[in-house]
């Protein structure tokens, strides 16, 4: 049974859950340890069902729908994440135009170059109309070919945000009764908002980072570079079966930097190591911080991480259901200031956005930021990390990622207990 909001706010932080790998107490030579057992690491993903073409197709249904609501009569999208979530095609972008094309009514189209239609079909898994353009030939003349078999001549076509200007400037000369829009009210009114699958697929790339982090916590080792921790990270989410693997590993006055700095560090007695990392399984994404010290942590830094801690509980409070994204970034900050921290995005304090919406993308809309007015809904997924930086000294965050259900908020990962045991647990899934 999940823990709910209000039981898990009783008790503060829940117990650790078991994972398959569990990093015990970790300090240097110096301090006592208790090393964690030698774990093999095996894939984790067994069993896991990629999105099928029965799901593609309800979410074709479902743009479509949203479509007639917004009377735009067509859609476009490029190579990229929408393009998958919606036809399983995965490509890339160059300047030779791939597109698809959704119509409010009928079956969808690819518009791709002669040559690369084959490699195109392997991964399309919805609609058989492809239409091809040869080296000599004009892409946007076949855009414009699919509308006008559908009998679409005017009206408004809507742009994905991340098309390209000169493909919307080369479909739109040839269409002079056309309208260009976004597509925003159709992408993100399918994206936004996760199914049970897709948040089993979030739930597992977490499950598969966080217990990385269990592995390579008992690894950390006097004198390590960033470098050879962030490859220990990668070698250990990928033997997990994680996917589209990504490390960032900060360490002593480098995690300061939330984004890091090209300056080289290593670890050391009492050293602040922060890593921020996370994959993808089936194109689904996990992102978790974790803030972890090398040695004896000092009072500073056990005040500066249990106040980063609060601050996860703070946001976690104020998501409910109904309530304006932007009021959980507001929530943080307020008690931020009570600690001294702060006023606003100033340092020593929190300089970024307490969150950002996660799905097939790290980072897409909508954020837990100031003045976001988006409220907040079932199938919502987010990061919570309230992170605190000091200039010349360090930087402290934690970031585990959440989703909203009919019941509120909920946990894919459970923050850590305490910096004596930085990692957390796996929440069970209550989609």
């Known amino acids: 049974m999940t823990t709910s909001k209000r039981q898990f706010l009783k008790t503060a932080s829940a ?132 509308l006008n078999d559908r009998k679409i001549s005017s009206g408004s076509l809507a742009f994905e945000s991340s098309v390209r200007y000169f493909v919307q400037q080369g479909v739109m ?15 993100l009114g399918c994206r936004m908002y996760k199914s049970t699958h897709e948040l089993a697929l979030m739930h597992k790339a977490n499950e598969i980072t966080l217990s990385a982090y269990a592995h390579v916590w008992s690894k950390l080792e006097l004198g390590m570079s960033q470098s050879e921790l962030k490859q220990l990270m990668s070698n250990t989410q990928a033997a997990l079966g994680g996917k589209g693997i990504w490390n960032m590993a900060l360490f002593n006055e480098a995690s300061a930097y939330p984004h890091g700095t090209k300056q080289a560090q290593t670890i050391r007695e009492g050293s602040i190591v922060l890593m921020d990392c996370g994959c993808s399984v089936e194109g689904y994404q996990s992102d978790i911080s974790r803030t972890f010290v090398f040695g004896e942590a000092n009072k500073k830094q056990r005040r500066v991480w249990d106040t980063v801690r609060e601050g996860q509980n703070v946001a976690f409070a104020a998501a409910n259901l109904g309530v304006a994204a932007g009021k959980v970034d507001d929530a943080v900050r307020a008690y931020y200031i009570k600690q001294g921290f702060g006023p ?25 930021v100031r003045g976001e007015q988006q409220v907040l809904k079932a199938g919502m997924c987010f990061s919570n990390e309230p992170g605190i930086y000091i200039p010349g000294e360090f930087g402290v965050r934690l970031e585990d990622c959440v989703y909203m259900n009919n019941e509120g908020v909920q946990w894919f990962t459970t923050p850590p207990e305490s910096l004596d045991s930085p990692i957390g647990g796996l929440a069970p899934l209550n989609a």
């Open 15 to 146: 117990a650790i859950a078991t994972l398959p790998l569990v990093g015990q107490a970790f300090a240097s030579e110096s301090a006592t340890k208790t090393k964690a057992k030698t774990h093999v690491l095996k894939d984790l993903t067994a069993g896991i069902q990629p999105i099928s073409a029965s799901e593609r197709r309800e979410r074709i249904i479902k743009a479509q729908s949203l479509m007639q609501q917004n009377n735009i009569h067509a859609m476009l999208l490029e190579p990229g994440p929408a393009m998958d979530y919606f036809t399983g095609i995965q490509w890339w972008r160059s300047e030779r135009l791939t597109a698809v094309v959704i119509p409010q009514e009928g079956d969808i189209a690819v518009v791709c170059p002669f040559f690369e239609e084959p490699s195109i079909r392997e991964s399309l898994q919805v609609g058989e109309d492809v239409r091809v353009w040869q080296e000599h030939e004009s892409p946007f003349q076949r855009v414009k070919e699919i």
């Open 173 to 187: 000369s040839l269409l002079p009764n056309m309208a260009d829009i976004s597509a925003d009210p159709i992408t």
């Open 344 to 368: 606003d995005y100033k340092l020593p304090g929190l300089s970024h956005r307490t969150g950002h919406g996660i799905g097939m993308q790290g980072h897409e809309p909508v954020n837990f």
